[in-house]
């Protein structure tokens, strides 16, 4: 049982590229979420998906897209990476109807 | 809208030192309380929360009470350790928010042995 897994670890980008954040989680949960944490800001939520084949949009989804693959899998993309978005990111996933979140390890992307 | 503020840090203390880490929130309703904890290089895990007014949270020694007169949700514990090293952020749930999290801006606390 590994909860909620998250690659890559570490990333490089520079302006412009793109790339997709990859998690799973294996607790058949419901409810998938995508975070953003910066210094002194705690952790923004980017998207979330409440249910399979369902998502919307968090605090701060521009210049990202995310993709509810299967109830497993919940993918975050960035089109054409810019410096604002060098960030730690994490995935978290819960049940529907409790409200504690589990969270990955996170990434640490850096934007060039 | 809704928003979560917690003393910034670092908060630097001795074993056995007593912590406190005031959080404030704004809120429309009663909304649900939450204190998370992220051990260094980790992600966050939940530490404790409370749902109504007048909960008290508590968990690995720690406490918190939702004050409900105050919008308070400070948390304590009596004697911290070495591995209570972390950072720790208080976040609410708005009513009818789903399970989306608002989170604070986090406080480091660093114990020295």
């Known amino acids: 049982n590994a909860g909620v897994t998250q690659t890559p670890k570490f990333q490089v980008l520079k302006t412009g590229q793109s790339m997709t954040l990859q998690c799973a989680q294996d607790?058949?949960?419901?409810?998938m979420y995508w975070y953003r944490q910066d210094p002194g800001m705690g952790l923004r939520l980017i998207y979330y998906?409440?249910?399979?084949?369902?998502?919307d949009k968090g605090e701060v989804p521009n210049g990202y897209n995310v993709s509810r693959l299967n109830k497993r899998e919940f993918s975050l993309r960035l089109e054409s990476a810019a410096p604002s978005q060098t960030s730690v990111y994490f995935c978290?996933?819960?049940?529907?109807?409790?409200?504690?979140?589990?969270f990955g390890p996170g990434t640490r992307l850096t934007v060039t | 809208g809704d928003s979560v503020t917690q003393m910034e840090g670092p908060v630097t203390l001795s074993e056995e030192a007593f912590l406190t880490i005031n959080c404030t929130y704004t809120?429309?309703?009663?909304?649900?309380l939450f204190w998370y904890v992220q051990y260094p290089g980790e992600g966050l895990q939940l530490l404790l929360k409370?749902?109504?007014?007048?909960d008290k949270g508590s968990n690995k020694g720690f406490e918190a009470t939702y004050r409900k007169e105050t919008t308070s949700f400070h948390l304590e514990k009596g004697s911290v350790q070495v591995s209570d090293s972390a950072v720790y952020f208080c976040a609410l749930i708005p009513p009818g928010a789903g399970n989306k999290l608002t989170f604070g801006g986090g406080t480091r606390v660093l114990v020295k042995p």
């Open positions: 998906s409440a249910s399979e084949g369902t998502t």
């Open positions: 409370a749902t109504k007014a007048d």
């Open positions: 809120a429309t309703g009663y909304p649900s």
């Open positions: 607790m058949n949960h419901n409810s």
């Open positions: 978290a996933s819960s049940r529907e109807e409790i409200y504690e979140q589990y």
